[in-house]
């Protein structure tokens, strides 16, 4: 079973619209970390957002924003106002406890903002 | 801070040749360093993990003698691909993984490598 799953390959948003990423993610864990990336077409991967499995609040860093719904295993991004330079590639990424650090990738989905 | 670099970020090479890739943390100590692998419009692979000092775990189906990882301090991982052929074309990427609270990784830009 895949540990992370993005369902949306693709999307197209509005500028200016706030877009919602979903993300879903299995384990039996109990100690985990959830990540966002961003890919541009540069190639670079961007660390976008963190939520750890025991914060008490949904993680926000600026226009970002962790949905993170631990009983329903999911994790969405939300990007408030969305701008034409948000148009990239979206990673979901799992760290289990035991892990060395590893992450655990999703399929990405692509976002296009449109003018 | 948290900066990541690799070198060079592009590469052309003939069938047979060998290409060596440098990862850098530029402004703190990597403990880890990972590297990964991504083909167009796929998701990241994880090929190997490597810590200063010690040999690299390599993940199932990666092959140890044709992806060469060595560690050699704190700052700086290498990857070298011996005897290239053109179905090692792809977008190799490292991330370097500090002790913080997430342990998040923090990714070179990508080294984008052409086997002729």
């Known amino acids: 079973a895949q540990k992370i799953t993005q369902t949306q390959p693709g999307m197209f948003v509005q500028e200016k619209e706030a877009v919602t990423l979903d993300c879903t993610y299995d384990?039996?864990?109990?100690?985990?970390?959830l990540f966002w990336y961003k890919q541009p077409s540069s190639g670079e991967m961007i660390f976008l957002i963190y939520?750890?499995?025991?914060d008490q609040q949904n993680a926000t860093e600026g226009r970002y924003s962790l949905n993170f719904q631990k009983a329903r295993k999911s994790a969405n991004l939300v990007i408030s106002a969305s701008q034409l330079g948000d148009s990239a590639m979206y990673f979901c990424?799992?760290?289990?406890?035991?892990?060395?650090?590893?992450?655990?990738w999703g399929a990405g989905t692509k976002l296009i903002i449109k003018p | 801070g948290a900066v990541v670099s690799q070198h060079p970020s592009w590469v052309i090479c003939k069938s047979g040749t060998s290409v060596k890739i440098e990862c850098r943390s530029l402004?703190?100590?990597?403990?880890?360093m990972f590297w990964y692998r991504q083909f167009p419009k796929q998701s990241l692979m994880l090929m190997a993990t490597?810590?200063?000092?010690?040999?690299?775990?390599?993940e199932q189906g990666v092959e140890k003698d044709k992806f060469l990882i060595n560690h050699a301090s704190l700052t700086l991982s290498t990857l070298t691909v011996t005897s290239a052929h053109p179905e090692d074309s792809s977008f190799y990427i490292c991330?370097?993984?500090?002790?913080?609270?997430?342990?998040?990784?923090?990714f070179g830009p990508g080294t984008r490598l052409t086997v002729l």
């Open positions: 990424a799992m760290r289990e406890g035991r892990s060395n650090y590893q992450l655990i």
């Open positions: 939520q750890g499995s025991y």
């Open positions: 384990t039996s864990d109990p100690s985990y970390g």
């Open positions: 490597s810590n200063e000092g010690s040999k690299a775990t390599y």
């Open positions: 402004d703190f100590q990597a403990t880890t």
């Open positions: 991330s370097a993984s500090t002790s913080g609270r997430a342990n998040e990784q923090f």
